[in-house]
């Protein structure tokens, strides 16, 4: 009898650390479905992995920021006939700029994003999983979730948000065969800093950046391994420690020096 496929699905999976994790998943012959909003990045990535890995790639084209696009995800694998053996929430963006200068809808975009995307997947699938003794999840939080962030206030605030959240369910969920794992990775060489209009702070701009394969090979891992949480990078587990022993206040004054323009400018475009 032939052995079922595995699957994976993975969001935000046509670039940085999502693209990066899809390749683990598909080296060790995880079939995958990646989800992101343009069709032409998805069938791109697709017919790379499948090229070098030889695995099936299902790809679904949906604009996460929209409250009913991970229902609707949720719908067309099902529709599908597959079982995700694992769930990658990746998917995030962030808004660079003091806050009372900020597109309040980006940052409700944002929210829904980095927030409601990962809440209801989640959800969705941990009834599936809890209720047949297994599988894995990994969420890609951020170092941010461990320290305030001016300057990317809505930011950290949704990536703390996905921390305690996972926390609390990883605890309500233990001893039933199922792995839920928090990845923290610090400033990584993505797109996601283009995105956020946040190439000219100082920590971006000046800072070193993690290789996101190194990002992921760590998040990975640590699945596997079944680890609660995991914070990639030597310096960035060296601050997530200052941060959980200096006053938030301090941290905060800190990272905003951090996170200031380098050309002095703090409003957003």
């Known amino acids: ?10 969001t935000g999976a046509t670039s940085g650390i999502g693209r990066e994790l899809a ?3 598909a080296q060790d012959k995880y079939n995958l479905v990646i989800v992101a909003r343009r069709q032409d990045e998805l069938a791109q990535t697709a017919n790379e992995l499948t090229q070098q890995y030889g695995v099936e790639v299902t790809t679904i ?5 929209q409250r009913q696009g991970p229902f609707e995800v949720y ?5 599908k006939s597959i079982q ?9 963006q962030g808004q660079y700029g003091e806050f009372t200068t900020t597109d309040i809808n980006r940052e409700l975009d944002i929210i829904q994003l980095n927030i409601g995307a990962y809440v209801t ?15 894995k999840i990994l969420q890609v939080s951020s170092l941010g979730a461990e320290i305030p962030g001016p300057l990317q206030a809505v930011y950290h605030g949704t990536k703390a948000f996905i921390t305690s959240f996972t926390e609390a369910v ?23 800093f283009h ?26 891992e640590a699945l596997l391994a079944g680890q609660d949480k995991v914070i990639s990078g030597f310096m960035n587990k060296v601050q997530g420690l200052i941060g959980n022993v200096l006053p938030d206040k301090v941290v905060a004054a800190i990272l905003h020096k951090e996170a200031e323009p380098v050309d002095g400018n703090e409003s957003a475009r």
């Open 84 to 92: 995700i053996e694992a769930l990658v929430n990746d998917a995030g």
């Open 121 to 135: 997947l989640t959800k969705l699938y941990l009834q599936e999983m809890i209720a047949r003794k297994s599988g």
């Open 61 to 65: 084209a949906k604009d996460l920021f």
């Open 1 to 10: 009898m032939a052995e079922t496929p595995k699957y994976a699905l993975i």
């Open 23 to 25: 390749k683990l998943f």
């Open 170 to 192: 990883c605890e309500e969920t233990k001893n039933n065969g199922v792995t839920i794992t928090i990845l923290e990775p610090g400033v990584t060489d993505t797109d996601f």
């Open 195 to 220: 995105k956020a209009d946040m190439e000219r702070a100082k920590l971006v701009a000046e800072g070193p950046k993690a290789d996101p394969a190194t990002v992921a090979k760590d998040g990975y």
């Open 75 to 79: 719908d067309e694998v099902k529709a």
